[in-house]
């Protein structure tokens, strides 16, 4: 007797039984395989010294998102150097977009795509979010303890 739901299912009055289906995982679609390829790719490129750019030396890629219809790519990088500022993140970001179009063009042949994705680059700024969060859940931690330590103090006052 089956009404209503298809995944339920009465089995005499009162009693449902629910029908559990196997979640599988998604198969990543295409935009998401060329841009794990564009990924490694442009990768193996920057360390293997592909840029003459004194602002790349340090420069790694961290993601890479395209549009479905693979003709745009988001590009997302950072420098090694631990203490970055806004002057070596500009100049790095500028030499990544004059290089595009020697990138695309070295990258073309080992992706061999119909048509290569415009390349446009951004600093990805998760690591200083990141940093940001732990020292704010630091300071938050750090607050508590002098409070609780305040908190013990009056107690042994009484």
Not at 102 to 129: C, I, T, V
Not at 136 to 156: F, N, P, Q, R
Request: charged share 35%; hydrophobic share 35%.
């Amino acid at each position: 007797m089956s009404r209503g739901n298809p995944k339920t299912r009465q089995v005499w009055p009162g009693l449902v039984m629910v029908r559990i289906e196997r979640v599988r995982k998604q198969k990543p679609n295409r935009a998401q395989r060329v841009a794990e390829r564009l990924k490694t790719e442009l990768m193996e490129f920057l360390l293997r010294g592909g840029l003459r750019e004194p602002a790349l030396e340090s420069a790694y890629v961290t993601g890479v998102a395209v549009t479905d219809d693979l003709r745009h790519a988001r590009i997302y990088f950072r420098l090694t150097q631990p203490e970055v500022d806004a002057k070596d993140r500009n100049a790095a970001c500028s030499a990544l977009e004059r290089a595009s179009g020697y990138l695309r063009r070295e990258l073309s042949p080992r992706l061999q795509l119909k048509y290569m994705p415009d390349f446009k680059f951004f600093w990805d700024d998760a690591f200083d979010r990141g940093a940001r969060v732990d020292a704010v859940l630091a300071e938050i931690e750090g607050g508590h303890a002098e409070k609780a330590e305040k908190d013990e103090s009056d107690e042994g006052e009484r």
